[in-house]
C-alpha cells in the first residue's frame, strides 16, 4: 500500500524554524522526484520545493528562495523540508508529492 505520511509541522513565531518529514512506503521511493507543496486558506496548492530522485537537482519557489531547504535520504525513504526565517505569509498545509500519490498534510502556522 502506498503512503506519504507528512509531519512537523507546528506554531512558530514569524523568524523561527521548522523541519518538515515526508516518508514514503509501498513503492520505491528512489526512483521518484519529490515535491513538496503548500495550500493556505482559500488559496490553489502551490508548489514551493522538488528535488530530483538522486538528490543532486533542487527548485525552489521564488518565495522561498534562500529560506527553505530541501533534501532527502533514499535509505530512509524520507524527504525533508528545512524552513528557516518563516514568515506569516508561510503559514498553509504542506503536504509531500511523488509518484502521483500525496500524503495528508500537516499544518504550518506562522504567526506572534
Known amino acids: 500500500q502506498v503512503q506519504l505520511v507528512e509531519s512537523g509541522g507546528g506554531m512558530v513565531q514569524p523568524g523561527g524554524s521548522l523541519r518538515l518529514s515526508c516518508v514514503a512506503s509501498?513503492?520505491?521511493?528512489?526512483?521518484?522526484?519529490v515535491t513538496w507543496y503548500r495550500q493556505a486558506s482559500g488559496k490553489e496548492r502551490e508548489p514551493v520545493a522538488a528535488?530530483?530522485?538522486?538528490?543532486?537537482?533542487?527548485n525552489y519557489a521564488d518565495s522561498v528562495k534562500g529560506r527553505f531547504t530541501i533534501s532527502r535520504d533514499n535509505a530512509e525513504n524520507t524527504s525533508y523540508l528545512q524552513m528557516n526565517n518563516l514568515k506569516p505569509e508561510d503559514t498553509a498545509v504542506y503536504s509531500c508529492?511523488?509518484?502521483?500519490?500525496w500524503g495528508q498534510g500537516t499544518q504550518v502556522t506562522v504567526s506572534s
Open positions: 509501498g513503492f520505491t521511493f528512489s526512483t521518484y522526484q
Open positions: 528535488i530530483s530522485p538522486t538528490g543532486r537537482t533542487t
Open positions: 508529492g511523488c509518484a502521483g500519490y
